[in-house]
DNA sequence: CATTCGCTTCGATCCCGCCCGAAGCATTTA
DNA sequence: TAAATGCTTCGGGCGGGATCGAAGCGAATG
C-alpha cells in the first residue's frame, strides 16, 4: 500500500507543469508531432522544450519515433489517452454546459479525435448506429465483437475486401473494439483498434477533416452524404 | 482551445503533491475521513493538512461534511474516483504483473472498493456473474439496466422487499449501473448506484469485511458461501 | 569537408509553493 | 467561565524545478 503512492503523485506531476500538459493536449489528437513542432506550439525555446519532453519519457507518458534529424512523438498508448480524457472530465465538470455551448467548443464537442478515435456527439452516434444495426454485438460475456454480418456495412462503408478480411482477422484480440466514457456527451463512444481505423478510413475518404489542432473534426460534404447513410 | 488548459494543468497540479496524493489514495476507499485523521495517516502536521485540504475542496477534487468541531471529507464524486483509477492505472502500466503478484498486493488485487464499488477480481466475477445470470442485460442503445427478473436474484442475496422495490425505482437514472475500466484486472466491473448499493450491503451482510486502510476487502467465511451461490 | 538545422546538455537565475512554529477561532466539555 | 480539542491563518525559511543563454553533438545538405 505505500508503494504505489509516490510515483502517483510522480505521474500527476509530470502532466502538472502548464508547457507539458498542453503539448499532452495536442498529442491527444493522435498525429505524431516533432519536438520543434510541440515547442512553437507552446511558445517556449526548443532547448525548455527538450527538457520537458525527455521527462514525459521518463514518465512513459509519450513514444519518441526518431526519424533523420526529427523526433516525432505520440502518447504512449491508449491508458495514457484514457487518463488524460478522464482528467478533463474532471477539469469540465464544474460548468460543462456553458462552456461546451461557446462558440469556439462547438466543433470540438461535435466531433474530435480522441487518441485515434471518434469522439463528440458523432462519436457516440457512431456506437448508437453500430448497436442498433447489429454491426457490434454484446458477447456472453458482455464484451463488445464484431457481428457476422458487419462484413455487410463495412462494404457500405467503402471498405476494400482485404481490409474487411483485416478487421475480421483482428477481431479476435483483446481491445479490438470496447466502450468508453465521452467526457462532453456523457455518454459512451467506440475506442479500440476497430475504432481507431474506422476513423482513419473517414478520413481517407475525405469524409471527415482535421482542423489545424489536429483534435476537432469536421464533416465535409460528401462525408455527410454518406455518415448519415451508415449511421441512420 | 486555449482555455481549458491552464485548469487542466492546475488539477494535476492539485493532485501532484505527494501529500494530498496519499490523502486521495486514502479516500479513494470510499469512506469519509476527518482532516485530523488524514493529517496523521500522511505523516504531517495539522496546519499544514488543513492548507492542502483546502486545496483539495478549491479543485472541486473532495467534499466537505462538517459536523461539530469534526471535518469530515469525501471525494467529491464518481468522476474524481475515475480520474484517480485511470492514474492508477498508468502508474502501474509498466509492470502489473511483478506489482501484483507480490503478497503485499494480494488482498488489494483479489478484492478492493474502488470510491464506492466493487473492484479487482471479485469485482470483475460480480459483472461476469450478473451479466451471465440476466440480472443485467444491455438495452437497445447498449446501456446497462437491470432485468425484468432480477428481482429473484437480489431476494436470494437477502436484500429485503422493500430495497428490492426501491432499486427498481431507482434503475431508471442515469448512471444507475454502467461498466468500467479496472486497473488491476483489465477488464470491466459494474460501477453506479447499483454497484454501490451491492457493496454496502455485503459488507453490512458480513459477507465482505473492509481492512483499516479502507481499500482492501476480506471475504468472511460466511462471505465465502454467499459469494460463490450469487456469483455461481 | 564545411555549413545548416534540429535537438540536447550545462550553468545560473529566479520564483513558486511546501513546510512548520506560533497564534487565533470555534466547538465541546468540565 | 475556563480548559481542552479540532482546525485554520499568518509568517518566514527553504528547496525544487522551470526558464533561457551558451555551447555541443549528430544528421542532412551543399
Redesign the interface.
Known sequence: ?R???????????V????S???ML?LLLGGEARSAGELARAVSITPQTASTHLAQLLDA??VKLRAQGRHRYFTLA?A??A??LE?????????DVRS?WDTP?YKP?KYARSCYCHLAGELGVRQ??AL??QRVLV?G????LTLSQDAAKWLRNARFGDDAIASLQRDATKKRFV????DWSERR?HLAGVFATRLLTHFVEMGWLRKDK?G?ALATTPPGVRALSMLFG
Do not use: N, Q
Open positions: 500500500m508503494s504505489p503512492e509516490p510515483r502517483f503523485a510522480y505521474i500527476a506531476s502532466i502538472a507543469e502548464p507539458r500538459a498542453r493536449a512513459g507518458l498508448d491508458d495514457v484514457h487518463l478522464a482528467l478533463s472530465l474532471v477539469v469540465e465538470r464544474d462552456r469556439a470540438l456506437r448508437d448497436l442498433a454484446h456472453a460475456d458482455g464484451a470496447y466502450s468508453c466514457m459512451e489542432t483534435r
